[in-house]
């Protein structure tokens, strides 16, 4: 029997089931008296359901995951949303307004989970968004892109060895799933201790909208929301491969400073002392080679040809089965070039 949902509260507001809502919370109060708010638009569905939080720019430089809840927040399917959607596009709104990764203190917020009603302006801040969007939720979804002139391939990661974290990674849709290590101080961590499964999406790059993981992620938020039984199941079945499990991954790293020459791609497939690329100097006098740590696909890479020794350069997924990861990789390629045409035709460019 379907059960009617409560009202739901936050930040002192009551929102009855089957409406939606934007609230607004204090975040800070600026040198000027003003007060920096976290915008959250809550959708409470009529009937019983998960709690579900998505979070974009914890890191305000890393945007891409506005778009894709902005995306989401205006598809009509969330009309028959069961349960709780809790929609935060921007957590830190100091870095987003700056166009920098940090607060003003300097600190990295992801770092300074659950955070501390007294402690720093990152701590304060940590402690609002745990108090009043995570302790309110069962699940939750974050949203990141690489950083410091860095690309990454759309990638879920997450805890594998929970079930329920498992599952709903690979209903996500990314090519990669990572069985990342939880960091100290990290939302995913502070997350986990609360038992509360969440997962972490990375793709592309800071302070630019890029197309494929925006249409990804926005794809993939869908998924999950179907898996966890809150939207309809689809009407045709996805015919997406299964993501690759990657159990671990390394950063292969420059050999020398000077210029950066990639040799591979996103998505590539490499192996063991596989050249990634060289390291030059300007006169072209010196050139140092770059080797794959392992065999695995290419999930991260430097943009900038402009590289000290020890600079991180490309992110290595270790995997096991070749074959299969040849499949998945070829399948996420093949549909989003397709996807890709369909919308350069559509807009008229084809």
């Given at each position: 029997m379907k059960r009617e949902q409560s009202p739901f509260c936050i930040a002192g507001e009551e929102i009855p089931p089957g409406h939606r809502r934007t609230v607004n919370i204090a975040a800070a109060?600026?040198?000027?008296?003003?007060?920096?708010y976290m915008d959250v638009h809550v959708i409470h569905g009529r009937i019983q359901g998960p709690t579900v939080f998505l979070s974009g720019a914890v890191h305000g430089d890393e945007i891409n995951g506005v778009e894709i809840i902005r995306r989401l927040l205006k598809m009509k399917l969330l009309n028959s949303l069961r349960g709780t959607l809790i929609a935060v596009p921007v957590v830190n709104t100091f870095g987003f307004v700056n166009r920098t990764r940090y607060l003003p203190d300097r600190r990295d917020l992801n770092r300074f989970f659950p955070g501390s009603p007294k402690g720093s302006?990152?701590?304060?801040?940590?402690?609002?968004?745990?108090?009043?969007?995570?302790?309110?939720?069962?699940?939750?979804?974050?949203f990141h892109t690489g950083a410091n002139f860095r690309y990454n391939l759309p990638q879920i990661r997450a805890v594998i060895s929970d079930p329920v974290i498992k599952d709903m990674a690979m209903a996500f849709g990314t090519p990669v799933v990572l069985d990342a290590e939880l960091r100290d101080g990290s939302l995913r961590k502070a997350a986990y201790e609360k038992n509360i499964p969440l997962i972490l999406f990375e793709g592309g790059q800071s302070m630019?909208?890029?197309p494929i993981p925006i249409r990804v992620g926005t794809r993939g938020v869908v998924s999950v929301l179907r898996q966890l039984g809150m939207l309809p199941k689809a009407k045709q079945k996805n015919k997406c491969t299964q993501p690759i499990l990657a159990r671990n991954s390394t950063w292969a790293r420059a050999s020398a400073s000077g210029i950066f020459l990639p040799h591979v791609q996103l998505g590539e497939i490499v192996t063991k002392k596989q050249i990634l690329g060289l390291v030059t100097d300007p006169l072209g006098e010196s050139e140092h080679k770059i080797t794959s740590p392992s065999s695995g696909v290419i999930i991260g890479k430097l943009q900038s040809p402009l590289v000290h020794k020890g600079d991180a350069v490309c992110h290595v997924a270790g995997i096991s089965d070749m074959d299969i990861a040849e499949t998945a990789i070829d399948s996420f390629q093949s549909e989003f070039e397709f996807e890709s045409k369909m919308q350069q035709y559509e807009e008229g460019y084809l």
């Open positions: 109060k600026m040198y000027n008296r003003n007060e920096l302006l990152t701590g304060q801040l940590a402690a609002i968004f745990m108090e009043e969007v995570v302790d309110r939720s069962t699940h939750g979804i974050d630019q909208f890029d």
